[in-house]
């Protein structure tokens, strides 16, 4: 399987994350390409979670983008790291369990969105519409 030529932008940006060590600024750079170039924004995320450490926003956006690129089980590994980190975020919940449904993990995906459920105290979430029969 062939490469495809990366763009000059594609390189500018590449060249932008390589030489970044600030967590915050590789944060932005990510969160702004997350749509358009998800493995560059996945790139910048590694790098600024590596520099952060135990940041567990940074973790779920991660998340995001590897899961944007269908880097599942990446995606759950950053979605886990940032629950243990924001164990009270709804949206890190949701998003863990979103991944894993999409991996057939079905019991541990419930486990997931009860706890998110419990956080929305009376609003409505994901797991209001969830059906996991299909799995």
């Known amino acids: 399987m062939r ?7 594609q390189r500018a940006l590449r060249l932008r994350i390589d030489g970044c060590d600030d967590p915050a600024q590789l944060a932005a750079i990510a969160e702004a390409w ?3 170039q998800p493995a560059l924004a996945a790139r910048a995320y590694r790098k600024a979670a590596a520099a952060a450490g135990e940041d567990g926003v940074i973790h ?14 990446e995606a759950r590994d ?21 991944v894993l449904v999409d991996l057939r993990c079905e019991e541990e995906a419930r486990e ?15 797991l ?5 029969h299909g799995y």
């Open 3 to 9: 490469r495809r030529k990366a763009t000059a932008q």
């Open 34 to 36: 997350v749509e358009d």
């Open 60 to 73: 779920n956006n991660l998340g995001v983008a590897c899961w944007n690129m269908g880097n599942k089980g």
């Open 78 to 98: 950053a979605f886990r790291r940032a629950a243990i980190l924001l164990p009270a975020d709804r949206n890190v919940l949701e998003n863990l369990a979103g």
């Open 112 to 126: 997931y969105f009860r706890r998110a459920a419990g956080l929305a105290r009376g609003r409505r979430t994901l």
């Open 128 to 132: 209001a519409n969830v059906d996991l």
